[in-house]
């Protein structure tokens, strides 16, 4: 689990217990009982999971309370509190349908085989305006095959991350994964949430097969690679799938070419230059893409003064644009923004990061053997994608001994990686 964001408060556990506990008419005005129900995760003890099953046995209906109490059963279910189950189960029957959802998702993480609360799970597929996804991803983690009925209701949804899930759970509770390939379709969707929720579904499935479609789904990389990366974990040490099935597929993901994707938009007519500066801001990576496609195709005489002028403006701010930026400069061999990938690569803010792989794949693409020192103190960082773009940057600039350097290190991935450049090179 990762925790980097979850101490962000400046309480300690008595007093976090503390605030808590206090009557709703007795806050101060800067008091949060919801920061006390998420800070309490980093205690995994007796006296705080018992605050927070306090917290849930409140039910006042106000607002506020209602939320702490959809945070405190939240906090249980990280905390793993199998003592709370009894609590958290009660929770099923609330009114709120995010007390539910969470009720549920907590259940998950706690895990349960009492038929009497699987069933009750199950059962609340047939209520309305419930959140459905969390509902059938609980019943599937949970292995609870009589739930299989009723999730087939829903592989025709209306809402595609339900459907998507619903197909990839009846896979995995049946063993027969013959409509898997419709979970797979849903990598090329118009919805970039149902892009990526698919590959959670694909995840969950572990449906090996995916892998080079997930390699091509038009959105961000930080998914896509997690997808692989996750696959990979769970099929290369049970022998389903070895390194040399997955490594084009991540060799393809680092490197980021928008035509290496199933670009799922297109425009009528050809945009202007300044349209498609503005589709790399998109939240929609489908649209960045898009657009990146575009100032390659149509703009790549004035696209890299163009991507300097809007980071020099905005995407020095902006994490997606930002990432979209460094790529391009790197594709269009624009040297005057060769400072600008070097000081990408060493940026250590966390929403950055992608970046720091982009800047290492551009500096390749850019050509410039003064990048080779800069990329080979990449291989000393814990960050394993921008370690495999730093090997594969090297390697344009025509240096491979980053390959002996990183056949030693502390990351599978990375070291297989590099073992087999070295097969292939000797």
Same mark, same amino acid.
């Given at each position: 689990?990762?925790?980097?964001?979850?101490?962000?408060?400046?309480?300690?556990?008595?007093?976090?217990?503390?605030?808590?506990?206090?009557?709703?008419?007795?806050?101060?005005?800067?008091?949060?009982?919801?920061?006390?129900?998420?800070?309490?995760?980093?205690?995994?003890?007796?006296?705080?999971?018992?605050?927070?099953?306090?917290?849930?046995?409140?039910?006042?209906?106000?607002?506020?309370?209602?939320?702490?109490?959809?945070?405190?059963?939240?906090?249980?279910?990280?905390?793993?509190?199998?003592?709370?189950?009894?609590?958290?189960?009660?929770?099923?029957?609330?009114?709120?349908?995010?007390?539910?959802?969470?009720?549920?998702?907590?259940?998950?993480?706690?895990?349960?085989?009492?038929?009497?609360?699987?069933?009750?799970?199950?059962?609340?597929?047939?209520?309305?305006?419930?959140?459905?996804?969390?509902?059938?991803?609980?019943?599937?983690?949970?292995?609870?095959?009589?739930?299989?009925?009723?999730?087939?209701?829903?592989?025709?949804?209306?809402?595609?991350?339900?459907?998507?899930?619903?197909?990839?759970?009846?896979?995995?509770?049946?063993?027969?994964?013959?409509?898997?390939?419709?979970?797979? %379709?849903?990598? !090329?969707?118009?919805?970039?949430?149902?892009? +990526?929720?698919?590959? =959670? #579904? *694909?995840?969950?499935?572990?449906? @090996?097969?995916?892998?080079?479609?997930?390699?091509?789904?038009?959105?961000?990389?930080?998914?896509?690679?997690?997808?692989?990366?996750?696959?990979?974990?769970?099929?290369?040490?049970?022998?389903?799938?070895?390194? %040399?099935?997955? !490594?084009?597929?991540?060799?393809?993901?680092? +490197?980021?070419?928008? =035509? #290496? *994707?199933?670009?799922?938009?297109? @425009?009528?007519?050809?945009?202007?230059?300044?349209?498609?500066?503005?589709?790399?801001?998109?939240?929609?990576?489908?649209?960045?893409?898009?657009?990146?496609?575009?100032?390659?195709?149509?703009?790549?005489?004035? %696209?890299?003064?163009?991507?300097?002028?809007?980071?020099?403006?905005?995407?020095?701010?902006?994490?997606?644009?930002?990432?979209?930026?460094?790529?391009?400069?790197?594709?269009?061999?624009?040297?005057?923004?060769?400072?600008?990938?070097?000081?990408?690569?060493?940026?250590?803010?966390?929403?950055?990061?992608?970046?720091?792989?982009?800047?290492?794949? %551009?500096?390749?693409?850019?050509?410039?053997?003064?990048?080779?020192?800069?990329?080979?103190?990449?291989?000393?960082?814990?960050?394993?994608?921008?370690?495999?773009?730093?090997?594969?940057?090297?390697?344009?600039?025509?240096?491979?001994?980053?390959?002996?350097?990183?056949?030693?290190?502390?990351?599978?991935?990375?070291?297989?990686?590099?073992?087999?450049?070295?097969?292939?090179?000797?």
């Amino acid at each position: 689990m990762d925790k980097r964001f979850f101490k962000l408060f400046n309480l300690t556990e008595e007093e976090a217990i503390a605030l808590l506990d206090t009557p709703l008419d007795q806050l101060g005005e800067n008091d949060s009982r919801y920061v006390a129900a998420s800070h309490l995760i980093n205690f995994p003890t007796e006296a705080s999971i018992n605050a927070l099953m306090r917290a849930v046995q409140n039910t006042d209906p106000t607002l506020d309370n209602r939320i702490v109490r959809r945070k405190s059963v939240e906090s249980l279910g990280r905390l793993q509190a199998t003592q709370a189950l009894p609590v958290i189960r009660t929770c099923l029957a609330d009114e709120d349908c995010y007390t539910v959802e969470n009720a549920v998702w907590a259940i998950g993480e706690i895990g349960t085989q009492q038929e009497d609360i699987l069933s009750e799970i199950s059962q609340l597929l047939d209520k309305p305006q419930q959140t459905y996804r969390v509902i059938i991803h609980t019943l599937a983690k949970l292995d609870y095959k009589p739930a299989l009925e009723r999730i087939r209701k829903f592989v025709d949804s209306d809402d595609k991350t339900i459907a998507s899930a619903a197909i990839a759970t009846i896979c995995r509770l049946s063993g027969d994964y013959s409509s898997m390939d419709k979970v797979v %379709a849903f990598l !090329e969707h118009p919805n970039v949430y149902t892009r +990526r929720l698919s590959i =959670q #579904d *694909l995840i969950d499935a572990k449906y @090996y097969d995916a892998i080079p479609a997930i390699a091509k789904s038009p959105v961000s990389l930080v998914f896509r690679l997690r997808g692989i990366r996750m696959l990979a974990e769970l099929g290369v040490p049970d022998g389903k799938i070895s390194f %040399a099935d997955i !490594e084009p597929s991540l060799d393809k993901v680092i +490197r980021d070419r928008p =035509q #290496d *994707l199933t670009l799922v938009h297109e @425009y009528d007519m050809v945009p202007t230059l300044e349209f498609a500066i503005r589709e790399l801001y998109d939240t929609d990576f489908g649209r960045c893409y898009l657009g990146t496609q575009t100032l390659l195709d149509v703009y790549p005489e004035v %696209a890299g003064e163009a991507l300097m002028a809007t980071y020099a403006q905005e995407a020095h701010n902006d994490y997606g644009a930002h990432y979209h930026v460094m790529k391009l400069l790197g594709w269009l061999k624009y040297a005057p923004g060769y400072d600008l990938l070097v000081e990408a690569l060493y940026n250590r803010e966390p929403q950055f990061q992608k970046s720091r792989t982009a800047a290492a794949i %551009a500096l390749g693409e850019l050509g410039d053997k003064r990048a080779i020192r800069d990329l080979k103190v990449c291989l000393e960082t814990k960050i394993w994608d921008l370690k495999y773009a730093a090997l594969m940057a090297l390697e344009k600039l025509g240096d491979t001994s980053g390959y002996k350097i990183a056949a030693n290190d502390q990351d599978w991935l990375i070291r297989e990686k590099a073992k087999q450049q070295l097969k292939i090179k000797n």
